[in-house]
């Protein structure tokens, strides 16, 4: 089944100790893209400004991407730049100019409001919510969202977290929208504001998934020369959520395979800058690493 | 077969956000045995001053430690207090007193010099050297240490990893004597310094376990109210080597189900006060949680 994504579509300049890029083509919904499109047909919702490169859309567009939607708008594409030290788990911003994205409002065709499976990626929750009053037979629902939102748009946040099935958040936004410290006890709480389920991404670390009836975690796929992260939690999300709309089940099994399938896809990402590895990805590629990384725990 | 295990027999006063304890039965040696004892018949190596309750020795008898070479010296038994904030992953140091431990030159029987799987918890490495040196077949040698010998006995302890097979160390440590930011470039580099495998403790956050040959991840075991993370590194330690002197070999299947038995054997450990939890652990309450900890990533 196809699966609809609403985030960003993004121009990128990124510092990292191994070079600079500039204007690479990025943003949550393209990076969530690069790894869904290996399972189900995607749905790209976004905007971009009139300065977006004709190249950029014609590579989405080559990746089988459904661009129907992806409005192209007076304005400038939205723009992100950041650097990351050390041991690269933690960007820092240096500059983000929202451009078009400010106006956005999503719009979708009457086939695209029938997707049952969809993911709200990284923006303004108003924006999200937006999207999702259009959708008319919702059955599997994906957020991720972000420090900024979460001390500025909280209360429309929590609002929509009561329609949502599966709440992926990282560490760091875990302990802030929760207040508490304990991972488990941070993912009970957010579940706790209506997720059905909730999905913390820990980068290094690993996952950890947590419902009512079940907790999985599972680590990282060691890798041991991360070029660029940006857009790895999108790519995780993406893997995840795009084997799930393929498997068409959501279950303990389905669901430890997603998180495997997510891992992975997430692991390509940040081996090379912008989407240079995912855009290039085969299925056959994350099977064989879904493989080795099995061998890093089963027993 | 046994095991020999040198570390400490400690006082530890430790204070959490769920409530304080004052001269607890610790040290390194003594929560290694905890889970070790659940495996293999386990001969403590340590010294304690003559100020050591006399129940302390007769509840680690009462246990079944071979302590026929723990030393009962002039002077006062080692202390350790500490406290423990917020996510409960760093403990701080409020006050250390050495006392007999600072003069310590373990002794052991002949029989204990043929015992060939040898864990060197931590204390000072010149002590791990004179130990290892009085072993005369050792098979499988564990090393642990921490952050003070690494930067005050950098040399020795440097000298001792080429005698070592697993050298465990936690993630800041392994960052610290390797001077790398990448956790797996961070166990490479431990190997090169002649250990044959590297075991990375990391917290809430799992193991990885580095070898030429493989990398193994597993997460911890989610648990949701930790009281007292004392001993948490040793205790998994202590279930890693104590599975593996059981099993009389080392293969990667192996390696596996004993970083799953020590990520169990730690997570008990957490769950109370110092001994508390561990000393009434029953090898079947290992299995039922090694069981729940597979459903946490089996699929």
């Not at 510092?15 to 990076?31: D, M, N, Q, V």
């Not at 730049?81 to 690269?88: N, P, R």
């Amino acid at each position: 089944m196809s699966i609809i994504v609403l985030g960003t579509v993004a121009l990128d300049s990124v510092k990292t100790p191994f070079g600079s890029r500039k204007e690479l083509l990025g943003g949550s919904a393209a990076h969530f893209s690069m790894a869904a499109r290996l399972f189900t047909p995607v749905n790209l919702i976004a905007i971009v400004g009139k300065d977006f490169p004709q190249k950029h859309i014609s590579f989405l567009k080559g990746k089988g991407l459904n661009l129907s939607s992806l409005i192209i708008d007076e304005g400038k594409t939205f723009r992100w730049a950041g650097e990351y030290a050390g041991d690269l788990n933690t960007a820092l911003t240096l500059n983000t100019e929202l451009g078009v994205l400010s106006g956005f409002k999503p719009r979708i065709s009457e086939g695209q409001s029938r997707i049952k499976n969809i993911f709200l990626a990284n923006v303004d929750p108003e924006i999200q919510e937006h999207l999702l009053h259009k959708m008319r037979s919702p059955e599997l629902v994906g957020l991720d969202s972000m420090n900024y939102w979460i001390n500025n748009k909280r209360k429309e946040l929590i609002r929509l977290l009561k329609h949502i099935d599966i709440y992926v958040a990282n560490d760091q936004e875990a302990r802030a929208l929760s207040g508490e410290n304990n991972i488990i006890k941070a993912a009970k709480a957010l579940k706790g504001y209506g997720a059905r389920m909730v999905l913390i991404k820990k980068g290094e670390n690993g996952v950890l998934f947590y419902s009512d009836k079940f907790i999985f975690s599972l680590p990282a796929y060691p890798v041991e020369k991360v070029i660029d992260p940006t857009g790895a939690g999108d790519t995780f999300a993406g893997g995840f959520m795009g084997y799930l709309a393929k498997a068409q089940k959501v279950n303990p099994t389905t669901l430890k395979k997603a998180l495997a399938y997510g891992t992975v896809a997430a692991s390509f990402n940040i081996e090379d800058f912008g989407l240079n590895r995912t855009s290039r990805l085969k299925l056959q590629d994350l099977g064989k690493r879904l493989n080795k990384f099995k061998d890093c725990f089963l027993f």
